[in-house]
């Protein structure tokens, strides 16, 4: 997807992404800040901001490994693409589910840019603007802004307060040394700032299951979809942190040399009403620090016009200090009780990594790659009780952990693929890739659940065809495919002593997922007249039972042939634009629809499924040719749904859940200079 799509089908954050491409998943576990990306059933089935997912995120080619260190970075996007299946035989980090590439505007020698301003529901306004600027004949520099700052849309039932507002503000700086006719080098400096106020989820079970009226401590369950129940539980956000990169690129008669260095720091302050009730019954406070280092040097190179090679190798280095909190004194019928798990996570990564592509026939390519990983994993904390409930003595340790676990791991693929007339391509690939084990940070009672989590493994096979025809106006894409899992990381829900209900992390041993996509594109094969489709299918199971997670029992047992998360069974979107010429000027009318079938977010539990996600879009756009200047004015979910789109079962096994974002109107402004 283009900069240009991407503006105008109002995409503003990395996980918005996922409704307009097949197979692909993205949903908020919390308060707003840390996105679960899913490829195919494949991603990050975790809340707590300390694990990574089975989906590479890049960001201008670093990769980063915590949802927080991509929070405000869409801005001035050139274009994003989503690689499906195991990756990193060409760049990066080894993935299972695959990798979304995200891709800014780099700077030209051209000064130039374009200012534009937003003005949307719930009094939001957004201001952005990317200037270019070359400094001498070899130096040339690119700055982006984005602010974006608005009321909330949820409202308390009681006090009357605004939650899930936007004060969000994101710049990147780009600067390209172009040292001489071969060699050049970027340097990128970015930072974020977020200091909203993070959403509720409604609890539709609280005062039911307590004993309480209804509207006492939480909301009904007919209650209308922005009223949220709060009181007076600290909820706030304060986030901040960016990064520098260096990229250096030197080219040689025989191929291309790069390398690039990263390092990008974050820093996390937030309050979560995560039990979506007015008593502490499981609120959240994240506090955090995060540190991210990683190189990636490699040389792509063509053989006698007939072997394309790329070889390279990765390392990486990251770091979490952290203290998290559960707020839990209505359980306990105390004023304060707070279990907090106080850590440090630290994670070392390196990979060598082969890539080659042989022209066996005019027609016919071998496709062979090659990646040995080497990762290491250590973990130091732990939870205390810190006023005494649970263990009798305040500050007692309810669970400890001090540990490192490393692991060694070649994975490769082989494939096919065979050009049938130019344009037009069918192939099939065998791959595997691994997910490195990890830990779960959250505020757990029992050891069990802080105990660390196996490495995840997976087979995937596929075949599918690629083509672009009548000189790219149609462009049509399918595929078939199976994966076979070896200890899936997955989120239970578990049963912890003290009588307390928590979401943990552990592993299904044998898990499959099948299914198919197709996309297409069709550009002006009726005049003026640009049309874009998708459509996924998904059958993810586990294929062993689980019944506890290192002897702490499920609150609901895992079958065989359950569902796994994260797996919408269907899935499509479907995009119109049409222009219309009046006189000097340009018209453009967009209709968008979204669909996502319900899926589950967590094992064991009843309370954890979405409903059916969907979401029609409207935008009219009016420009004069010159695309001087344009004016836009679009509605997000036009018909208003209020579907569940994340939900779960509560430390007082009650029902809270994440509401789908209202209908929002709003006009653009954008002006090229």
């Given amino acids: 997807m283009s900069g240009k799509e991407l503006r105008e089908l109002h995409v503003e954050s990395p996980k918005e992404i996922a409704a307009y491409t097949p197979g692909v998943t993205a949903v908020n576990a919390t308060s ?5 990306f899913s490829i195919r059933g494949v991603g990050l089935d975790d809340y707590v901001g300390t694990n990574m997912g089975g989906i590479g995120i890049y960001l201008d080619g670093v990769f980063a490994p915590y949802a927080a260190l991509y929070n405000g970075q869409m801005l001035d996007i050139e274009n994003v693409v989503v690689a499906k299946g195991p990756q990193g035989f060409d760049m990066g980090r080894s993935t299972t589910g695959g990798s979304v590439n995200i891709s800014s505007v780099k700077p030209s020698d051209k000064f130039g840019g374009y200012l534009d301003w937003g003005y949307s529901s719930y009094n939001t306004s957004t201001g952005k603007f990317a200037v270019n600027v070359p400094i001498t004949d070899k130096i ?21 307060k605004r939650y899930g507002a936007q004060d969000i503000l994101a710049i990147r700086n780009l600067t390209k040394f172009q040292i001489d006719d071969k060699t050049s080098a970027l340097l990128n400096i970015h930072y974020t700032r977020d200091r909203g106020t ?8 609280a005062d039911a299951v307590n004993g309480f009226p209804v509207g006492t401590i939480g909301v009904s369950s007919d209650a209308y979809y922005n009223r949220v129940n709060v009181g007076q539980n600290r909820v706030g956000r304060n986030e901040n942190g960016g990064g520098a990169s260096l990229s250096f690129e030197r080219i040689f008669d025989f191929g291309v040399f790069t390398s690039q260095t990263a390092i990008d720091l974050y820093r996390r302050n937030i309050y979560d009403n995560y039990d979506g009730e007015s008593v502490q019954v499981s609120d ?58 106080h850590f440090s996570q630290q994670n070392l990564s390196t990979g060598v990594y082969v890539n080659t592509v042989t022209n066996i026939t005019h027609n016919l390519d071998f496709i062979a790659s090659g990646r040995f ?44 693929r065979y050009t049938v007339v130019p344009g037009t391509y069918l192939y099939g690939t065998i791959s595997n890739g691994f997910k490195a084990g990890t830990y779960f940070a959250a505020p757990v009672s029992a050891s069990q659940a802080l105990d660390y989590v196996r490495p995840e493994n997976l087979i995937a096979y596929e075949v599918g065809v690629k083509s672009s025809l009548f000189k790219n106006k149609l462009m049509l894409e399918g595929s078939l495919f199976d994966y076979e899992y070896h200890n899936r990381q997955t ?43 998708s459509f996924a299918y998904l059958d993810a199971q586990a294929t062993s039972a689980v019944n506890n997670i290192g002897g702490l029992p499920l609150l609901s047992n895992v079958n065989a042939h359950s569902a796994l998360p994260f797996a919408p069974r269907f899935s499509w979107s479907a995009v119109a634009r049409y222009g219309v010429d009046i006189s000097r000027y340009r018209v453009t009318l967009q209709a968008s629809y979204t669909w996502k079938d319900n899926m589950l977010v967590a094992l064991g539990d009843p309370n954890g499924q979405t409903n059916k996600i969907g979401s029609m879009g409207l935008r009219m756009e009016f420009a004069p040719k010159t695309s001087k200047w344009s004016a836009a004015v679009y509605v997000d979910n036009m018909l208003d749904k209020h579907g569940n789109v994340y939900s779960f079962t509560g430390s007082d096994n009650s029902r809270a859940q994440y509401l789908q974002t209202p209908r929002w109107v709003g006009v653009d402004l954008h002006y090229n200079f």
Wanted: glycine share 12%; charged share 20%; no cysteine.
């Fill in 198 to 205: 993070p959403m509720s989820p409604q609890n539709t079970q």
């Fill in 284 to 341: 959240y406070h994240w506090n955090d620090t995060y540190l991210a280092q990683s190189h990636d040097m490699h040389l792509r190179t063509n053989i006698a016009k007939i072997f394309h090679l790329t070889v390279g190798i990765y390392e990486s280095y990251d770091k979490i200090d952290g203290d998290y909190t559960s707020s839990r004194g209505f359980l306990f019928d105390m004023p304060e009780e707070n279990m907090t798990n």
């Fill in 373 to 416: 990983s080497y990762d290491e994993r250590g973990f130091h904390g732990g939870t205390r009780d810190m006023n005494g409930a649970v263990t009798g003595t305040p500050g007692g340790t309810l669970s400890y952990l001090n540990t490192s676990h490393n692991y060694e791991r070649f994975t490769g693929r082989v494939g096919l």
């Fill in 491 to 533: 989120l239970f829900v578990a049963e912890m002593p003290g009588n307390i209900t928590s979401l943990s992390l552990g592993t299904i041993s044998r898990a499959r997922t099948r299914g198919g996509e197709v996309s297409s594109t069709i550009h002006d094969v009726i005049p003026n007249l640009d049309l874009r489709g």
């Fill in 140 to 160: 040339s520099n690119r700055t982006a802004f984005s602010y974006t700052k608005g009321d909330g849309w949820q409202h308390d039932l009681n006090t009357n």
């Fill in 32 to 36: 707003g800040s840390s996105p679960i």
